[in-house]
């Protein structure tokens, strides 16, 4: 079956950098938007970063811009993103999505879907 698969997240200190990935199986995703969203408790989940196929368009919510970096190696049909300078307002599930068109920031959109992985940003 179609799968999304992160990365095991982690506890990262305030100014930390932690990096997930998400590794797709049982579907080829190169010709596929990917993008991250997160979700904190008692909040709705929310728009991270987007990639385009060939890596060629990116786009990253204001909240994380300059500091966090979305890639894809299509080779290995897998999504990364590099966060850093991570701060506590960073703390949530993080969540990998796919799609074969361009979603952007809706949620709904998106066909494909990994089950998350939890990143806590705390002293």
């Known amino acids: 079956q179609v799968q999304l698969i992160e990365s095991k997240g982690g506890l990262v200190p305030p100014g930390g950098s932690l990096s997930l990935s998400c590794a797709a199986s049982g579907r080829t995703f190169s010709n596929d938007f990917m993008a991250w969203f997160r979700q904190a408790p008692g909040k709705e989940r929310e728009f991270v970063a987007i990639i385009s196929r060939s890596g060629y368009y990116t786009n990253y919510a204001a909240s994380v811009k300059g500091r966090f970096t979305i890639s894809r190696d299509n080779a290995k049909n897998t999504v990364y993103l590099q966060m850093n300078s991570l701060e506590p307002e960073d703390t949530a599930t993080y969540y990998c999505?796919?799609?074969?068109?361009?979603?952007?920031?809706?949620?709904?959109?998106?066909?494909?879907w990994g089950q998350g992985t939890q990143v806590t940003v705390s002293s």
């Open positions: 999505a796919a799609d074969p068109q361009y979603s952007g920031i809706f949620t709904d959109n998106y066909h494909y």
